[in-house]
């Protein structure tokens, strides 16, 4: 009898495993729905809180923008301004089926350029910038060369609407922002649906390293862009809106 038991039980343990091995669907580029790409620009505006009641902090002001160029390829351009000073330019360009190509980003907190060509293969920092930082960059660079089907993390916003969403469905993302670390899966998972303010939304979440806050993306289920982000890290909120109207 206790063996029918112990039998029935690892069944049931292992049925449960199986089901949620199958709920956690691995994501690189080639699983993208590409189609849905959304051209355009689209403009955000961020704010930070010390608490998630309290007042805003800083504000930035984002500006992107979804190009498809001759030959079916995409350029996505990045730039942020606070106050009256820019304070981050990026441009990515990316293949028909959305790998990328070429990467160059800069933060004004930094003070120089970092150049991705992954056909190529070359990268470079224009510059100063310390010994660390350059050994640094040439080694995950150069890790990063063997795998190409990555998505580029610096452009996730434009990326989370062409994920296959499902009630539940928890998603491991190959991710690479290029100039940080290596690629790797990082998961995600779909926490509910929201209506906010009459729009219908996926709620998307990613758990920070060593529980130490979250990110939180809603994502509009017809438009397939995110309307809202807020992110927690040790206690302080961080939130992305998108704007209703362009400047």
């Avoid at 070429?102 to 310390?130: L, P």
Wanted: some cysteine; aromatic content about 12%; overall charge positive.
């Amino acid at each position: 009898m206790i063996n029918k038991i112990l039998f029935l039980i690892a069944c049931i343990c292992l049925s449960y495993s199986s089901i949620l091995a199958n709920d956690t669907i691995m994501i690189d580029i080639t699983k993208l729905k590409t189609n849905q790409l959304i051209e355009g620009k689209t403009n955000y505006i961020i704010y930070t809180k010390k608490d998630k009641h309290g007042p805003v902090g800083d504000l930035t002001f984002v500006e992107m923008e979804v190009k498809k160029e001759k030959g079916g390829t995409y350029k996505i351009s990045q730039k942020w301004s606070e106050k009256d000073t820019l304070s981050h330019i990026a441009e990515t360009d990316l293949s028909p089926n959305l790998k990328t190509i070429r990467h160059t980003t800069w933060w004004k907190r930094n003070g120089y350029t970092m150049q991705f060509d992954f056909i190529n293969q070359k990268a470079e920092i224009i510059g100063e910038a310390g010994e660390k930082v350059k050994a640094d960059f040439d080694k995950n660079f150069k890790a990063s060369l063997p795998t190409d089907n990555f998505i580029n993390w610096h452009c996730d916003l434009h990326f989370f609407g062409l994920l296959p969403y499902a009630e539940g469905a928890i998603f491991k993302v190959l991710l690479y922002d290029p100039g940080y670390s290596v690629p790797k899966y990082e998961v995600y998972q779909v926490k509910s649906s929201e209506n906010i303010q009459g729009l219908d939304c996926w709620v998307l979440e990613y758990t920070l390293p060593r529980n130490m806050g979250y990110q939180r993306f809603w994502i509009s289920k017809k438009d397939r862009i995110v309307v809202k982000e807020e992110d927690s890290f040790r206690g302080a909120y961080r939130f992305k809106l998108k704007t209703l109207l362009p400047e």
